[in-house]
């Protein structure tokens, strides 16, 4: 069983940025790939970032990349989102999930077997 609790999230105006953190429960956490996923009012859950076990690789939904970062701390159980050019459109509550049975990165929302409750960030225009 893994736990994974998020933080970070709030309230920014357009251009800013925020920082994502997602801490994990258990000793194996640098052995299985981490993502994060975004959820809007009235649409459903897209794939923002994801990162395989070591941090050698990551992938980034189109909509992300270039402003988006994400990294990982296996010495501290936790990854990251780091969020700069915030635009009003990535208003969302934004998850952290674990693919525990894999080493290697998806995009695929069913690929991931746990998930953290949620952060909401919010962007003013």
């Known amino acids: 069983q893994v736990q994974l609790v998020e933080s970070g999230g709030g309230l920014v105006q357009a251009g800013g940025s925020l920082r994502l953190s997602c801490a994990a429960s258990?000793?194996?956490?640098?052995?299985?790939?981490m993502g994060w996923f975004r959820q809007a009012p009235g649409k459903e859950r897209e794939f923002v970032a994801t990162?395989?076990?070591?941090?050698?690789?990551?992938a980034y939904a189109d909509s992300v990349k270039g402003r988006f970062t994400i990294s990982r701390d296996n010495a501290k159980n936790t990854v990251y989102l780091q969020m700069n050019s915030l635009k009003p459109e990535d208003t969302a509550v934004y998850y952290c999930?674990?693919?525990?049975?894999?080493?290697?990165?998806?995009?695929?929302?069913?690929?991931?077997?746990?998930w953290g409750q949620g952060t909401q960030v919010t962007v003013s225009s």
């Open positions: 258990g000793r194996t956490f640098s052995s299985y790939a």
């Open positions: 999930a674990a693919r525990h049975g894999s080493r290697w990165s998806s995009q695929y929302s069913d690929e991931y077997d746990y």
């Open positions: 990162i395989t076990w070591n941090g050698g690789d990551t």
